[in-house]
T-cell receptor, first 111, second 116 residues
Framework: GQQVMQIPQYQHVQEGEDFTTYCNSSTTLSNIQWYKQRPGGHPVFLIQLVKSGEVKKQKRLTFQFGEAKKNSSLHITATQTTDVGTYFCASQQGGSEKLVFGKGTKLTVNP | DAGVIQSPRHEVTEMGQEVTLRCKPISGHNSLFWYRQTMMRGLELLIYFNNNVPIDDSGMPEDRFSAKMPNASFSTLKIQPSEPRDSAVYFC??????????????FGPGTRLTVT
């Protein structure tokens, strides 16, 4: 079935540095969702991208969907300690509403 | 809205015992998902329901796992008999789906299961 590969698996940054996580697929994705899971918490929906080349921003977070709809990225500008957590991408599988989640990128921020 | 409600939040049981996890989805949502999360395997979909009907149970590990959704406001995931390798965090999530692109899924707080 469809899989999404996420890199890096871990990322440690100093507060104020930027952070980027990437999500890649060998097949065309119909859409991509991003979730954040704080330590000890549950995944929380951040955003969904549907259109080729789409770019969306949420304050310091920028989400992109590739032109070929085979990759996506989440970029955080000037990280803060509140950004700590694991970021997951997820793609819709086939024509169903089933989501396939990437393994996630665990972000730690050193104050 | 109270969000997705799961119980219990923590469960410690001995190998061989039956475990039942419970979930109440958000009112008005018509899809419900059960996930398992471990360090090794990440977040895995076990089964999902749409309008109370199981649609895809291909992620259910084996016959020891079963799930039901008797009505729109309640679902259970049962493990019988439980084994130490079942230790994980089990999440329930719900969404509203009417075809086309998936809608966002709302996750419950999870049940942390430890089987000794």
């Amino acid at each position: 079935g469809q899989q999404v590969m996420q890199i890096p698996q871990y990322q440690h940054v100093q507060e104020g540095e930027d952070f980027t996580t990437y999500c890649n697929s060998s097949t065309t994705l119909s859409n991509i969702q991003w979730y954040k899971q704080r330590p000890g918490g549950h995944p929380v929906f951040l955003i969904q991208l549907v259109k080729s080349g789409e770019v969306k921003k949420q304050k310091r977070l920028t989400f992109q969907f590739g032109e070929a709809k085979k990759n996506s990225s989440l970029h955080i500008t000037a990280t803060q300690t509140t950004d700590v957590g694991t970021y997951f991408c997820a793609s819709q599988q086939g024509g169903s509403e089933k989501l396939v989640f990437g393994k996630g990128t665990k972000l730690t921020v050193n104050p | 809205d109270a969000g997705v409600i799961q119980s219990p939040r923590h469960e410690v049981t001995e190998m061989g015992q039956e475990v039942t996890l419970r979930c109440k989805p958000i009112s008005g949502h018509n899809s419900l998902f059960w996930y398992r999360q471990t360090m090794m395997r990440g977040l895995e979909l076990l089964i999902y329901f749409n309008n109370n009907v199981p649609i895809d149970d291909s992620g259910m590990p084996e016959d020891r796992f079963s799930a039901k959704m008797p009505n729109a406001s309640f679902s259970t995931l049962k493990i019988q008999p439980s084994e130490p390798r079942d230790s994980a965090v089990y999440f329930c999530a719900s969404s509203y789906y009417s075809g086309g692109p998936s809608y966002e899924q709302y996750f419950g707080p999870g049940t942390r299961l430890t089987v000794t």
